[in-house]
């Protein structure tokens, strides 16, 4: 079964607009972990932000913020002012339990900042 | 702080050849995973080390790939024989410490291998 689903193979944002690229996810775990990762073309994945499942607020990094909605099993990123840089892939990935050590990607979405 | 460091970046073979990837974690970084990402996919993970010690390598081919973590620090990938499908490329990445979810990962650049 899909652990991670990014619905959204492309997105387009016009510069210095706001994008939300989703993320729902599935597990019976009531401990997990939410990671958003960055892939620019050179390929290195970049860690944006962390949402626990315990967390009671939704995490904020700068201009990067998760929209955690537990009961519907979704984790959006919400990109502010985008920049142009923002081009890249972007991907969410969950971390089920305390030892569990595999990290589950999604397809990724390609996001597009347009000047 | 230096990254996690890769070599080689790319790679191009034929298909039954065999090749060798090799990192290098994070300074005092204890788990090690390498992952394969197809184009188009996410990456899957294909074994993690925890110091010099393998802790999941479920979802790696042993029939073709094997892996090792000499005395828990650099790590070597390799793959023999290869095959078409084994195109990707290929992330290392480390971790402080695997026991709690929240870790984050940090990865290499990753080495781009085609096989022709």
């Known amino acids: 079964a899909q652990k991670i689903t990014q619905t959204q193979p492309g997105m387009f944002v016009q510069e210095k607009e706001a994008v939300t690229l989703d993320c729902t996810y599935d597990?019976?775990?009531?401990?997990?972990?939410l990671f958003w990762y960055k892939q620019p073309s050179s390929g290195e994945m970049i860690f944006l932000i962390y949402?626990?499942?315990?967390?009671?607020q939704n995490a904020t990094e700068g201009r990067y913020s998760l929209n955690f909605q537990k009961a519907r099993k979704s984790a959006n990123l919400v990109i502010s002012a985008s920049q142009l840089g923002d081009s890249a892939m972007y991907f969410c990935a969950m971390r089920e339990g305390y030892n569990n050590n595999d990290m589950r990607f999604g397809a990724g979405t390609r996001l597009t900042v347009k000047p | 702080e230096a990254g996690v460091a890769q070599s080689p970046r790319y790679k191009i073979i034929e298909k039954r050849q065999s090749v060798a990837f090799w990192c290098n974690p994070i300074?005092?970084?204890?788990?090690l995973y390498w992952y394969q990402q197809i184009l188009g996919q996410g990456p899957k993970l294909l074994i993690q080390?925890?110091?010099?010690?393998?802790?999941?390598d479920s979802q790696l081919p042993k029939d073709r790939f094997s892996a090792e973590r000499l005395k828990g620090v650099d790590s070597t990938l390799k793959i023999q024989p290869a095959k078409l499908e084994d195109s990707a490329v290929y992330l290392c990445?480390?971790?402080?410490?695997?026991?709690?979810?929240?870790?984050?990962?940090?990865f290499g650049p990753g080495t781009r291998l085609t096989v022709l």
């Open positions: 080390f925890q110091n010099n010690g393998v802790v999941d």
């Open positions: 300074s005092g970084h204890a788990t």
């Open positions: 949402q626990g499942s315990y967390d009671e």
């Open positions: 990445a480390s971790s402080p410490d695997s026991s709690f979810s929240y870790n984050e990962q940090f």
């Open positions: 597990t019976s775990d009531q401990s997990y972990g």
